[in-house]
């Protein structure tokens, strides 16, 4: 179990990095906001969370 807690936690940080690099602070404040809502199952934080990826991602493509 704790390898398995490890990996996820890996693959979240390397996550979090590519977002960082790619859409600069304002994407990591987005992915940070959608993490901590879907955590604490807060609607309104994930979901600004999610619309501001959304539109990081609109405005690269």
Same mark, same amino acid.
Do not use: H
């Given at each position: 179990? /704790? +390898? $398995? #807690?490890?990996? $996820?936690? #890996? +693959? *979240?940080?390397? @996550? =979090?990095? !590519?977002?960082?690099? =790619?859409?600069? /602070?304002?994407?990591?404040? %987005? @992915? $940070? %906001? +959608?993490?901590?809502?879907?955590? *604490?199952?807060?609607?309104? !934080?994930?979901?600004?969370?999610? $619309?501001?990826? !959304?539109? +990081?991602? #609109?405005?690269?493509?």
């Amino acid at each position: 179990m /704790p +390898l $398995v #807690a490890l990996a $996820v936690a #890996a +693959l *979240a940080i390397g @996550f =979090e990095q !590519v977002i960082q690099w =790619e859409y600069g /602070p304002m994407g990591i404040i %987005a @992915f $940070v %906001a +959608l993490s901590v809502g879907l955590k *604490a199952r807060n609607t309104t !934080v994930s979901g600004i969370g999610a $619309v501001i990826l !959304v539109m +990081l991602l #609109a405005q690269s493509g």
